[in-house]
């Protein structure tokens, strides 16, 4: 969480509506359809608040939420420990002992999470990491994600088009993507009675 809060200069809790609605520990393990333990971009898109706080919840920059960067979690750091809305940026300018503006190997050991991606995110292999090279690590994860996530759409989509046209039918997505089923009418913009590739693309961020 830390990390994401330097490379963005703001925390990341949802706000406290965010939290009402999408907090509950029940409610998240409903999102988490293939119960992998984590929440991904896609699934998030089931709860536009969540999705709406997606990138900045996500500390780690690997486009999913596990249990330590959730909602709920983040509601309970707001309390009166001074855990506040920028509690996440006064957390790792702590880890930073000697005031120097970068954190070195040593200093990051006190954060486990961080400690353990210290390598792949200090770019110039000086020893130390800048708020520049947490940036763009993060931005490296992103693509990472972007480019995995449309892999296994692409993997589902083949998977789900059983006569190979390149186009899914009601039928076809209500066997493959019974998840997509209700939202059929919905996606299908040209009322053609299918969904193409374009038509089954999530959204883009603004």
Do not use: C, W
């Amino acid at each position: 969480m830390a990390l994401a809060a330097l490379v963005a200069g703001t925390a990341f809790a949802a706000g406290a509506d965010g939290n009402r609605e999408h907090g509950h520990p029940h409610r998240m393990a409903k999102l988490d359809s293939n119960g992998d333990g984590s929440i991904d971009r896609n699934e998030a898109a089931a709860a536009p608040r969540l999705a709406g706080h997606f990138d900045r919840l996500d500390a780690n920059g690997d486009g999913r939420l596990d249990a330590s960067e959730r909602p709920a979690r983040h509601a309970r750091h707001r309390d009166g420990r001074g855990h506040g809305r920028h509690g996440g940026l006064a957390r790792i300018v702590a880890l930073d002992t000697d005031q120097d503006g970068r954190i070195s190997k040593v200093e990051a050991a006190e954060a486990p999470r961080l400690a353990g991606r210290f390598d792949d995110m200090d770019g110039n292999r000086d020893g130390y990491i800048v708020r520049s090279e947490l940036r763009t690590y993060r931005e490296r994860m992103r693509a990472e994600h972007v480019a995995r996530a449309a892999e296994r759409r692409e993997a589902k989509f083949k998977q789900a088009d059983g006569n190979g046209d390149g186009r899914l039918s009601r039928s076809e997505v209500e066997a493959g993507m019974p998840r997509m089923s209700g939202a059929f009418a919905f996606m299908d913009e040209n009322r053609d009675g299918y969904l193409s590739r374009e038509e089954l693309q999530p959204p883009r961020r603004r």
